[in-house]
């Protein structure tokens, strides 16, 4: 596979790579460079994770090593699961299975937790190192990344330490690429900016969109407009069964207008789970309303429905067919290994607070 090939894996179906110049010479450089994206063990896995999982294994097919990275000791930082090492812990074991449910590959892709890493007194070196090549209000600005706004800095200390161990950790890893969320931005930032007044090597670092939220809001206030698990009616849990699936898109936002594209929930579960994952969109209905229709690209999906002969009912029930063909391996995956799933479940029965 050469660079061009390489480089057009890596960047479909991203919102911004800093910088494309730099993912080029990484590749012409290096046959296997080292990508990472990190998560908080938190709770129960929905459908956004689709996307990450195609992305993870772009990187794979290009010739990445990449790394999972659990940041156990980051999510106790952030408080969830109630601070609970050990409840982390086991989410993360779910999570792992929720990945490989999901079709991460069993080559090229490695998990890691971060408790492994922070006991080399090595890391610590370099955390007051990235510490003293950051100022505090960059800190405060690159809370944001853990969702939490900057003032929270000032209740809790322990948060300021989250986005200097976000960037250790790519640093201890020697990671060339970082991948995430376009809301890890921040992070990511922070980490080039030290890296550079250290000398260090700056890793690139490549976004992908979030998905939106199913009742719809503005890109301008990711919080609010990401899916989240946090609002069940407002996500697909990887776990719904086929009745959830559907009641929940009947329900979800879905304008008819083209300048909305991007705010539509529908539309980007279209373009960046069903379309990378199936290769096609089919969507059943009467004769008497225009009969079965079949698009082999997002494209000629929005084409239809921006002009209207493709309604937003009739695009919500392909939707609903679409990700319960794309869920049902995961369910199966589940019935065949429960262990982690029913762990999950217990913790969250056994914790007024969590539930």
């Not at 699961?81 to 490695?110: H, Q, S, T, W």
């Not at 706004?149 to 250790?168: H, N, R």
């Not at 939220?213 to 919080?223: E, I, V």
């Amino acid at each position: 596979m050469d660079i061009e090939q390489r480089m057009a894996i890596v960047t479909r179906n991203t919102e911004e790579i800093v910088t494309e110049g730099e993912l080029r010479e990484l590749l012409s450089k290096k046959e296997t460079p080292r990508a990472y994206i990190g998560f908080e063990p938190s709770g129960l896995v929905h459908l956004g994770w689709a996307l990450v999982t195609s992305k993870i294994k772009d990187l794979a097919d290009a010739g990445f090593e990449v790394i999972v990275f659990w940041a156990d000791w980051h999510a106790s930082i952030n408080d969830k699961l109630e601070g609970d090492l050990d409840n982390i812990k086991a989410c993360a074991r779910y999570m792992e299975d929720c990945f490989r449910a999901l079709g991460v590959p069993e080559n090229g892709v490695k998990f890691v937790y971060a408790s492994e890493i922070l006991t080399d007194i090595d890391y610590w070196e370099k955390a007051i190192k990235v510490a003293k090549a950051t100022t505090l209000s960059r800190v405060k600005r690159a809370m944001t990344a853990l969702g939490r706004s900057e003032d929270e800095g000032e209740v809790d200390f322990s948060k300021l330490l989250y986005p200097i161990l976000q960037a250790t950790d790519i640093f201890s890893m020697d990671i060339d690429l970082a991948y995430a969320g376009i809301d890890q931005r921040r992070a990511h930032m922070l980490a080039r900016d030290a890296a550079e007044k250290l000398g260090w090597k700056k890793p690139v670092a490549l976004h992908t969109p979030l998905l939106p939220g199913l009742k719809g809001g503005s890109r301008m206030d990711p919080a609010a407009f990401k899916m989240s698990k946090s609002d069940p009616s407002g996500s697909i849990n990887i776990h719904d069964d086929d009745e959830a699936v559907r009641s929940k898109m009947k329900k979800a936002y879905c304008p008819p207008e083209k300048e909305k594209e991007a705010e539509n929930p529908i539309l980007m579960l279209c373009k960046y789970v069903i379309f990378p994952r199936l290769g096609r969109m089919d969507i059943s209905r009467p004769e008497k309303f225009g009969g079965d229709l079949s698009f082999s690209n997002y494209e000629e999906l929005i084409g239809s429905y921006f002009s209207g002969s493709l309604f937003p009912l009739d695009l919500k029930n392909g939707v609903s067919d679409a990700l319960i063909k794309i869920l049902g391996p995961v369910r199966e995956y589940f019935i065949e290994h429960p262990g982690s799933y029913d762990d999950m479940k217990r913790i969250f029965e056994g914790s007024a607070k969590l539930r």
